[in-house]
C-alpha cells in the first residue's frame, strides 16, 4: 500500500507531469500549436466564404431578392468587426487560449443551424451568429501569431496567416459554389463538422507568453520572468493618438470598400455564363470555380511578405513605401480582367459536378480568352496579395504587445465598415446600372468603378512612410525601457 502511495506522489510531482509530457512548451509543440491556429484561421474563413457564391440558389430557396442575401454578409461583416474589438479587448486582459476555443465552437454550431434554416429569418439570425464567433478568431487569434513571430520575419510569417485566410475563404466559396449548387445546406454542415473536430485541438495546444517575440523583452523572458503590462480602457486614447494607425485604419477602409465589391465577383462570372445559354446550376458551378482559379496569385503573399521584410530591414519606412507601389499597380491588372469576355467557353449543359469541373479547368488552357483572363488575374492578385502580410506586419510594430488585439478589433471595425459598405453599394450599383447595362455588362462597370478606390488606399500607405518609422521606434524604446526596469 505505501509503495502504491508512492508511485501516485510521483506521477502528481511536477517535475514527473513534465517528463510525461516533455514535448509541452517545446518547439514540437509549438509547431503543432501554429499549424492547428493555421488551420482553425483558415476554416472561419471557410466559414465565411461558403455564403455568397450560393445567392441565386438560396434566393431562389428562399424565394427573396439577391440583395436581401447580400443585406446578410453586410450585416455579418459589421457583427464580426464589432464583436472583435470586445474579443480583442478580452484576449488583451486575460488568457487567449480559452477564448479561441469558445469562439470556434460558437461559429461550427452557428454554421450547422444556418444548413438547418428554414426561413430567411432563421438564415439572417445564425450567420449574425456565425459572426459573432469569427470576431474572436479574428482578434484573439492575431495577438497569439504575433507573440510567436520576430519583428525580422513578420511580414513572411504573416504571409502564411493570410494565406490561410485567403484559402479558407476559396475553399468556402469551392464548396458553396460545387457542393451547394444542388444541395445548399451540404456545404455549411461541412465546414460546421470540420469546425467541430479542429476545435478539439485547441485543449492541446500551446499559449505563447505576450511579448515574447519581442528583442526588446529577451533578457526579461531568459530570467524567467513575464511581461506583465495589460491593456486598460484609458490606452485606447494613446493607441487612437498613433499617427501610423490613423493612417493604416483608413487605409484598410478604403481598400476594403474596393475589395468588399469583389464578393459579387463569381455573379459576374454566373451572368457571363448564363448569357451564353448555360443553366443557372451549371453556371453557379463554373462562374464560382473561375473566381476560385482567378485567386490563385494569392500564393504570391508569401513572396511579398519576404519583400516586405527586406525593404523594412533595409530602412524604417521600407514596408510601407513597398505597399504604396503595389498597391497601385493591381489597378489596372483589376479592371482590365473585369473587360476580358469568355467567349467559346465549352460545358456540358446538363453535367454534374465532376463534368463541369473538369471542363472549367480544362478550359483555362485551351481556351484562350479564359487563359487570358487568368493571367491577367494573376498578375492583379499577385501584386495586390503584398498589402495583407505587409499591413499586418506595420500593425504589429507600431503597437505595443498588450495593444496589438484590441488594436486588429479596432481595425476589423474598418475592415467590417469597408467590407459591408463595398458588398451593399456594389450590390446596388449593380441594379441601378442594370436599367441602363444589360447583365453582365453591369458587373463589369460597377466592380472596375469600385477598383478606382484602390488610388486612395495606395496615397494612405504613402502616408506611412512619413510616421511609420517614428512610431515603431517609440514601441522599441517603451519595451527597451520596461525591461531594463525589470532587471
Given at each position: 500500500?505505501?509503495?502504491?502511495?508512492?508511485?501516485?506522489?510521483?506521477?502528481?510531482?511536477?517535475?514527473?507531469?513534465?517528463?510525461?509530457?516533455?514535448?509541452?512548451?517545446?518547439?514540437?509543440?509549438?509547431?503543432?500549436?501554429?499549424?492547428?491556429?493555421?488551420i482553425?484561421?483558415?476554416?472561419?474563413?471557410?466559414a465565411?466564404?461558403?455564403?455568397?457564391?450560393?445567392?441565386?440558389?438560396?434566393?431562389?430557396?428562399?424565394?427573396?431578392?439577391?440583395?436581401?442575401?447580400g443585406?446578410?454578409?453586410?450585416?455579418?461583416?459589421?457583427?464580426?468587426?464589432?464583436t472583435?474589438?470586445?474579443?480583442?479587448?478580452?484576449?488583451?486582459?486575460?488568457?487567449?487560449?480559452?477564448?479561441?476555443?469558445?469562439?470556434?465552437?460558437?461559429?461550427?454550431?452557428?454554421?450547422?443551424?444556418?444548413?438547418?434554416?428554414?426561413?430567411?429569418?432563421?438564415?439572417?439570425?445564425?450567420?449574425?451568429?456565425?459572426a459573432?464567433?469569427?470576431?474572436?478568431?479574428?482578434?484573439?487569434?492575431?495577438?497569439?501569431?504575433?507573440?510567436?513571430?520576430?519583428?525580422?520575419?513578420?511580414?513572411?510569417?504573416?504571409?502564411?496567416?493570410?494565406?490561410?485566410?485567403?484559402?479558407?475563404?476559396?475553399?468556402?466559396?469551392m464548396?458553396?459554389?460545387?457542393?451547394?449548387?444542388?444541395n445548399?445546406?451540404?456545404?455549411?454542415?461541412?465546414?460546421?463538422?470540420?469546425?467541430?473536430?479542429?476545435?478539439?485541438l485547441?485543449?492541446?495546444?500551446f499559449?505563447?507568453?505576450?511579448?515574447?517575440?519581442?528583442?526588446?523583452?529577451?533578457?526579461?523572458?531568459?530570467?524567467?520572468?513575464?511581461?506583465?503590462?495589460?491593456?486598460?480602457?484609458?490606452?485606447?486614447?494613446?493607441?487612437?493618438?498613433?499617427r501610423?494607425?490613423?493612417?493604416?485604419?483608413?487605409?484598410?477602409?478604403?481598400?476594403?470598400?474596393?475589395?468588399?465589391?469583389?464578393?459579387?465577383?463569381?455573379?459576374?462570372?454566373?451572368?457571363?455564363?448564363?448569357?451564353?445559354?448555360?443553366?443557372?446550376?451549371?453556371?453557379?458551378?463554373?462562374?464560382?470555380?473561375?473566381?476560385?482559379?482567378?485567386?490563385?496569385?494569392?500564393?504570391?503573399?508569401?513572396?511579398?511578405?519576404?519583400?516586405?521584410?527586406?525593404?523594412?530591414?533595409r530602412?524604417?519606412?521600407?514596408r510601407?513605401?513597398?505597399?504604396?507601389?503595389?498597391?497601385?499597380?493591381?489597378?489596372?491588372?483589376?479592371?482590365?480582367?473585369?473587360?476580358?469576355?469568355?467567349?467559346?467557353?465549352?460545358?456540358?449543359?446538363?453535367?454534374?459536378?465532376?463534368?463541369?469541373?473538369?471542363?472549367?479547368?480544362?478550359?483555362?488552357?485551351?481556351?484562350?480568352?479564359?487563359?487570358?483572363?487568368?493571367?491577367?488575374?494573376?498578375?492583379?492578385?499577385?501584386?495586390?496579395?503584398?498589402?495583407?502580410?505587409?499591413?499586418?506586419?506595420?500593425?504589429?510594430?507600431?503597437?505595443?504587445?498588450?495593444?496589438?488585439?484590441?488594436?486588429?478589433?479596432?481595425?476589423?471595425?474598418?475592415?467590417g465598415?469597408?467590407?459591408?459598405?463595398?458588398?451593399?453599394?456594389?450590390?446596388?450599383?449593380?441594379?441601378?446600372?442594370e436599367?441602363?447595362?444589360?447583365?453582365p455588362?453591369?458587373?463589369?462597370?460597377?466592380?472596375?468603378?469600385?477598383?478606382?478606390?484602390?488610388?486612395?488606399?495606395a496615397?494612405?500607405?504613402?502616408?506611412?512612410?512619413?510616421?511609420?518609422?517614428?512610431?515603431?521606434g517609440?514601441?522599441?524604446?517603451?519595451?527597451?525601457?520596461?525591461?531594463?526596469?525589470?532587471?
Open positions: 500500500m505505501a509503495r502504491s502511495s508512492k508511485i501516485v506522489d510521483r506521477l502528481a510531482a511536477p517535475d514527473t507531469r513534465m517528463n510525461l509530457f516533455r514535448w509541452w512548451g517545446g518547439d514540437r509543440h509549438k509547431l503543432f500549436t501554429l499549424v492547428v491556429f493555421v482553425l484561421a483558415s476554416l472561419d474563413n471557410t465565411r466564404g461558403v455564403f455568397p457564391p450560393l445567392y441565386a440558389i438560396m434566393a431562389r430557396h428562399f424565394a427573396v431578392e439577391e440583395a436581401a442575401l443585406l446578410i454578409s453586410a450585416l455579418s461583416v459589421l457583427l464580426v468587426a464589432v472583435s474589438l470586445f474579443w480583442g479587448y478580452w484576449g488583451d486582459r486575460s488568457r487567449r487560449k480559452p477564448l479561441l476555443l469558445y469562439g470556434t465552437l460558437i461559429w461550427s454550431l452557428a454554421l450547422f443551424l444556418t444548413g438547418l434554416s428554414q426561413s430567411y429569418t432563421q438564415l439572417l439570425l445564425f450567420q449574425l451568429l456565425t459573432v464567433g469569427v470576431g474572436c478568431i479574428t482578434s484573439v487569434g492575431f495577438s497569439v501569431i504575433s507573440d510567436f513571430i520576430s519583428p525580422a520575419r513578420r511580414g513572411l510569417a504573416l504571409s502564411l496567416w493570410g494565406l490561410a485566410q485567403g484559402g479558407g475563404g476559396g475553399a468556402g466559396a464548396l458553396g459554389g460545387l457542393l451547394g449548387a444542388y445548399w445546406p451540404l456545404p455549411f454542415f461541412v465546414v460546421a463538422g470540420a469546425g467541430l473536430i479542429f476545435a478539439l485547441y485543449l492541446f495546444t499559449e505563447p507568453e505576450r511579448g515574447q517575440a519581442e528583442p526588446e523583452l529577451a533578457s526579461i523572458f531568459s530570467s524567467g520572468r513575464r511581461y506583465t503590462h495589460r491593456i486598460h480602457w484609458t490606452d485606447l486614447r494613446q493607441i487612437l493618438a498613433n501610423s494607425n490613423r493612417w493604416l485604419m483608413l487605409q484598410v477602409f478604403i481598400g476594403t470598400v474596393a475589395s468588399g465589391s469583389l464578393i459579387w465577383m463569381p455573379r459576374l462570372f454566373i451572368a457571363r455564363i448564363e448569357a451564353a445559354g448555360y443553366s443557372l446550376e451549371t453556371a453557379t458551378m463554373a462562374g464560382n470555380l473561375l473566381s476560385l482559379m482567378f485567386q490563385i496569385g494569392f500564393y504570391f503573399a508569401i513572396l511579398a511578405g519576404h519583400l516586405g521584410d527586406r525593404w523594412q530591414r530602412r524604417p519606412d521600407g510601407a513605401w513597398f505597399c504604396t507601389f503595389v498597391v497601385l499597380a493591381t489597378i489596372p491588372f483589376q479592371i482590365g480582367l473585369f473587360f476580358i469576355p469568355l467567349h467559346g467557353l465549352a460545358l456540358p449543359a446538363a453535367g454534374g459536378m465532376v463534368a463541369v469541373t473538369v471542363a472549367t479547368l480544362i478550359s483555362i488552357v485551351t481556351n484562350p480568352w479564359v487563359a487570358g483572363a487568368f493571367v491577367v488575374a494573376l498578375v492583379a492578385v499577385a501584386f495586390y496579395s503584398a498589402d495583407n502580410p505587409n499591413r499586418s506586419a506595420l500593425l504589429t510594430d507600431v503597437n505595443l504587445p498588450e495593444h496589438r488585439g484590441t488594436v486588429v478589433g479596432l481595425f476589423t471595425i474598418s475592415t465598415l469597408g467590407l459591408a459598405l463595398g458588398n451593399l453599394l456594389s450590390g446596388l450599383s449593380f441594379n441601378y446600372l436599367s441602363t447595362f444589360a447583365s455588362l453591369n458587373y463589369v462597370i460597377g466592380l472596375s468603378l469600385f477598383q478606382l478606390l484602390l488610388a486612395p488606399a496615397w494612405c500607405y504613402y502616408q506611412l512612410t512619413k510616421t511609420a518609422a517614428g512610431d515603431i517609440r514601441v522599441k524604446q517603451t519595451l527597451a525601457s520596461r525591461a531594463e526596469l525589470n532587471l
